[in-house]
Every structure is written in C-alpha cells, then in structure tokens.
C-alpha cells in the first residue's frame, strides 16, 4: 500500500495481559478451518432463501474477472432479487473458484481501498453469537510491513541459518498488500487459557469462530471482485513482538492471521479433497 490506513480500522477493548502457548496456536489452527466451512455452508444455503425475505444488505458482483469498481445501489438490489437459483449459482461459484494465492502481481489494483472497505465490510456481517464484535482489522504501511518481514527473517534464520531468514525475507517483501486480523480479549473469558478455549460456551471460543468466520468472508469478497489472498498463521503472528511492529497491544487483543491481498499472478488448480461429501456427510433419522 501507497500509504497507511492503520487508523482507519483499530479499535481497542479491555486490557488483560498474556501470550499464546503452542497448544493454544495449534488449537486455533485446527478450528478456524472449522468456523471458515461453517460460514460457507451458511453462505450456500442463504443463496436459496426467497428473495422477499433477503435483507437489504450489499454485495458485489461475483465474476473473478470482473473490474474493481464499487455496485450502484441499482446493481445490488437486482442481484438481491434475482431468483434463488441464480444467486445459488453466483455464491457457489464464488465459494468453489477463491483459492489461496501464493504469487501476487507487485503493485495494488486500481480502486483496491474501495475493494478493501467493502471486504471489510461483509467481514463484519459474519455470524456472532455473543453479538461482542470481537474483529480488529489492521491495514499495514510500508514501515509496518517491513517491520513484521524483518521480525519473521529473524525468527526463520534462528531456527534456519542467515541463509534461509534473508531467502524469507526476500519473498515476504514483494507482498502487495497486508492486513492483520485481530481478535480481541475479552474481560470476562480468558482467551489466552486453552482451558477456556475448550469450553463449547466460553466466549473466548464463540469470540474466535466469529474472527474466523469474517476472514472467509472477506477473502471471498475480495476474490468476487477479482483478487486474491492467503491467509498467513505462521509463527511470527505470535511471537510476542508482533504486536508492536503491527501496531496493537497484545495484552488487548491477540492475532488471527495476516491476510495478504493483491492481483493473482494466476489462480492455481483446486487441490484434491481427502474425503467426500459421501463420507463428510452423515445422514442421521
């Protein structure tokens, strides 16, 4: 990005101090596939409901290819009342073509903050049980993006050798765009304690699938109107300096993941799926 919009999207919650143990970024790692499949299925489904009872709400124009450029209020409401099977059809296929881009064109699109706010804009639409709004999105700088590919370029070389930090280094710099996702910590559940993770009602959970949920849908609205992203949980999101390169307190709040954004290069293939719908699914009378 030209220049940085960080003020735009930073909110700030109750303080409580403390880090994310392993088991905790693997839990989260595991689940949030889980919360991502759940909004996609509710997507799916909403594409059929009847056209009387759809709430006035926008959404942008579902072809890959199509021009960044924001829909007239004209635009949107005809695309609400088409007929389900028409909608069915402009979901699915949004759903089934985004894919996770590895390879970006270098510079941003034309009109891509526009693209970003209405992204961000069907994120916070996502399913939120508790209704506590739990995402915080940070739109990176120059200063701010070089800041997190050095701290990860240390990290990678500790572990790696100098060789393979600055080959890391390297390649994270020629990400076009970067946006952090933040989930907040809530005053009443500990969301650093695995324990409270675990619990099916705590709201450290129900705060967590709501983050997860709005990152699937703004990575589907980007791709709607034709760019790509990848979602980023490595270990730099955790390490305990990520949050002041980034910007946010992490007593306060604790990352999601990084989204990377721009023009694909190209969208690759779909990759084979282990399992079915014949054995995902389970018919139960």
Not at 6 to 12: C, D, G, T, V
Not at 125 to 154: D, M, Q, T
Request: proline letters at 6%.
């Amino acid at each position: 990005p030209t220049r940085c919009s960080l003020h735009r999207y930073k909110y700030i919650s109750k303080k409580r101090k403390g880090g994310l143990s392993y088991h905790h970024q693997r839990t989260m790692k595991s689940f949030l596939g889980s919360c991502a499949a759940m909004a996609l299925l509710v997507q799916s489904v909403y594409a059929f409901a009847p056209s009387s009872t759809t709430p006035t709400i926008q959404q942008s124009s579902l072809s890959f290819t199509s021009a960044i450029q924001p829909k007239s209020s004209t635009t949107i409401s005809s695309q609400l009342n088409a007929r389900p099977q028409t909608r069915f059809r402009q979901v699915q296929s949004n759903i089934l073509t985004r894919r996770t881009i590895n390879e970006f064109q270098p510079t941003l699109p034309p009109h891509w903050e526009k693209s970003l706010d209405a992204a961000i804009e069907a994120a916070i639409y996502a399913p939120n049980h508790k209704r506590s709004e739990p995402w915080r999105f940070y739109l990176l700088g120059p200063k701010s993006i070089e800041k997190v590919c050095r701290l990860n370029a240390e990290i990678v070389a500790s572990k790696k050798g100098e060789e393979a930090g600055a080959k890391k280094l390297k390649r994270w710099m020629l990400m076009p765009g970067w946006l952090v996702v933040t989930c907040a910590k809530s005053d009443t559940a500990d969301a650093t304690d695995s324990t409270t993770m675990e619990d099916p009602m705590g709201l450290a959970r129900e705060d967590y699938a709501a983050c997860c949920c709005a990152v699937q849908n703004l990575c589907l609205s980007l791709h709607s109107q034709g760019m790509g992203t990848k979602w980023t949980t490595g270990g730099v999101n955790f390490d305990d300096r990520f949050g002041d390169a980034v910007g946010f307190d992490s007593s306060e709040e604790y990352t999601v993941g990084t989204i990377w954004f721009g023009t694909p290069v190209k969208s690759p293939n779909a990759p084979g799926k282990k399992m079915g719908l014949d054995t995902v699914l389970r018919r139960v009378e």
